[in-house]
């Protein structure tokens, strides 16, 4: 098989005392985009009076080994050309009710055509009840999806083990169609935390280089599933099924750069017709 393949991709950040929606990324604009929305596990900056002193991941022993920039090696290995955003959104998770979803336009304007919510760890669990949190996640993901309808979007619960907070999560990402990373098993295994490398517990409850390891694969892992496929910022699926080949686009975008013939000894169909920026080639 021949391909000829534009990525988009856009990653986010998780936990972080900042109150600042401080986003960075890592290649130049004109590359292809990806977020992810997190809090400190996704970059904290530093914080002396607690013995932390990186400005990545918190409790990874230097930037390289964090989640995100594990999950940008896997990415870039399929595209240089890939940008990956990712910013915190640990107001939210303090105060979801109270979130303005403005603070994040910027993002939003980005047109992500994958998205990876990594937050959970700073929901109360005993609040998600009286301030509604399946409604305000929601329309988090909403907020998304309205303006750009091809985002796809990966739901990743807590690292700590939250069951009610999970569940939540869970609930509302299966009435949003957005699949699921599960990551609370992890925290059982305490190898998988920085105990015992730093004095204050709230930072050695973080992951450490073994559990950011696992969080990306986890993640990782559920990418693969869909064998992306990112064509000028539309996100699409190629995959085999019974014997066709299903490409599916979720624009009706007629595309005359390409011309497409049904390959001998093959057969193919594509969903929703149009394909936009994506050229190929099938053989036996």
């Known amino acids: 098989m021949k391909y000829k393949i534009i990525f988009s991709l ?10 600042e929606l401080n986003v960075k990324a890592d290649s130049p604009e004109n590359g292809v985009n990806i977020l992810i929305l997190g809090n400190s596990i996704t970059k904290h900056g530093p914080a002396p009076e607690i013995g932390w002193y990186g400005n990545w991941g918190m409790a990874a022993s230097e930037e390289s080994k964090d989640y995100v920039h594990i999950l940008m090696q896997y990415f870039h290995q399929m595209n240089p050309s890939i940008r990956v955003r990712y910013a915190s959104i640990a107001d939210f998770e303090r105060g979801y009710w109270n979130f303005n979803p403005s ?10 055509s994958l998205i990876i919510l990594r937050i ?18 929601s329309l988090l993901i909403r907020y998304f999806k309205n303006s750009n309808p091809n985002t796809k979007i990966i739901s990743v619960t807590s690292f700590w083990k939250k069951p009610s907070v999970d ?3 869970e609930e509302v990402s ?9 990551l609370g098993y992890l925290s059982a295994d305490s190898t998988n935390m920085a105990i015992g490398q730093y004095q204050n517990s709230g930072v050695a409850m973080h ?20 064998n992306l496929y990112f064509t000028s910022g539309k996100f699409n699926e190629m995959k085999f099924y019974q014997g066709h080949l ?10 005359k750069t390409c011309q497409y013939e049904k390959p001998n000894l093959l057969q193919y169909t594509i969903l929703n017709t149009a394909v ?3 050229c190929f080639e099938l053989s036996k």
């Open 276 to 278: 936009h920026s994506f």
């Open 246 to 255: 299903i490409f599916q686009n979720r624009e009706n975008i007629q595309d």
């Open 174 to 182: 299966k009435d949003e169609f957005c699949n699921v990373v599960k």
């Open 103 to 112: 603070k994040l336009d910027s993002l939003r304007n980005k047109k992500s």
């Open 207 to 226: 992951p450490n280089d073994k559990g950011m390891a696992a969080i990306a694969n986890e993640i990782w892992e559920e990418v693969k599933t869909y």
């Open 167 to 169: 569940l939540a999560m």
């Open 120 to 137: 959970g760890e700073n929901v109360d669990p005993g609040n998600i009840g009286k301030y509604d949190f399946k409604k305000y996640y």
């Open 10 to 19: 856009i990653i986010f950040k998780l936990l972080a005392c900042s109150s």
